[in-house]
């Protein structure tokens, strides 16, 4: 990734409190050449998120066939999964989507937006919004409603 999407990401990962952390988890993509299909390229990379991933977290995956949640609603879920304990792993897809296998996976699916957007936007906005909720939920002036 470009310096600017590290850097974004960087600015709202260190915000949050050390019980609070968000913790980024790159997986290679597969390997495209003139052989194979974006449909096998979309599994191999599945099969490998899959295994990243611990048996007893939340899982939540980002589709644009997702839930949209309003910057409070997210701040609702935020706290229903610190509620509940355990780890949340939020799932975003390569460049050909995110396996069904992973999708099946999931406990929830969210919408950033009705938008395709690029991974690189993602990342940042995703941190963002994460950061903004847990803002909500400690009362920050952070979030102007």
């Known amino acids: 990734m470009s310096a600017w999407v590290n850097d974004g ?12 952390q968000l913790t980024l988890q790159e997986i290679s993509p597969a390997k495209r ?10 599994q191999e990379e599945g099969k490998r998120i899959l ?18 949640w309003s ?6 879920q935020m706290q ?5 304990g355990r780890d949340v792993s939020l799932l975003v897809g390569g460049p050909d989507g995110l ?28 941190a963002e919004q994460l950061y903004r ?4 939920l400690q009362n920050h002036p952070y979030h102007r409603a």
Do not use: N
């Not at 050449?33 to 979309?42: A, R």
């Not at 295994?51 to 949209?68: C, N, W």
């Not at 229903?80 to 509940?84: F, G, R």
């Open 99 to 126: 396996a069904q296998q992973c999708r099946e996976r999931a406990d929830q699916k969210w919408s950033l937006s009705a938008l395709t957007l690029p991974h690189p936007i993602v990342r940042v906005v995703l």
């Open 9 to 20: 990401y960087q600015e709202y990962a260190k915000r949050f409190p050390k019980d609070c």
């Open 133 to 136: 909720a847990w803002t909500v």
């Open 80 to 84: 229903s999964w610190l509620t509940d």
């Open 33 to 42: 050449g003139k052989s194979g299909s974006p449909t096998q390229w979309m």
């Open 51 to 68: 295994s990243a991933i611990p048996r007893d977290h939340h899982v939540v995956s980002l589709e644009v066939e997702g839930k949209p």
């Open 71 to 76: 910057t409070e609603q997210l701040a609702q």
